[in-house]
């Protein structure tokens, strides 16, 4: 099991840009599925990015494409999300979770599940975008 802590988070105007950080530590050197998830005001739980750190390949959700870039640090253990162009709708805890083993990222799960697959999670770092 992962543990996982987000940074970044705050306030800005409408268009701004902020980045997110998710740093996980870990006691073994198994790759994991790392996804960001967002809880905005009267949506469920959606998940808008994920890295695989065992190749480092990266994915978007189709919402947030063009907006939004996720990247990897060089050791693999620090997730990043990058938000620009930033609306009041993209309001929101940001979560970052993970799960052992590449399935969830390779499969999609991670888009599909709303986070059932996911075995561990930040506290999350709260966006707060104003008009």
């Known amino acids: 099991r992962v543990r996982l802590v987000e940074s970044g988070g705050g306030s800005v105007q409408v268009g701004g840009s902020l980045r997110l950080s998710c740093t996980a530590s870990?006691?073994?050197?198994?790759?994991?599925?790392m996804v960001w998830f967002r809880q905005t005001s009267g949506k469920d739980r959606e998940a808008v990015a994920a890295?695989?750190?065992?190749?480092?390949?990266?994915y978007l959700a189709d919402p947030v494409k063009g907006r939004f870039t996720v990247s990897l640090d060089n050791a693999k253990t620090t997730v990043y999300l990058q938000l620009n162009d930033l609306t009041p709708e993209d309001t929101g805890t940001y979560y970052c979770?993970?799960?052992?083993?590449?399935?969830?990222?390779?499969?999609?799960?991670?888009?599909?599940?709303?986070?059932?697959?996911?075995?561990?999670w930040g506290k999350g770092t709260l966006v707060t975008i104003s008009s």
């Open positions: 890295a695989y750190t065992g190749t480092g390949t990266t």
């Open positions: 979770a993970a799960a052992l083993g590449a399935r969830d990222c390779i499969s999609g799960a991670w888009y599909r599940n709303g986070g059932r697959n996911m075995d561990s």
């Open positions: 870990q006691e073994t050197r198994d790759p994991y599925c």
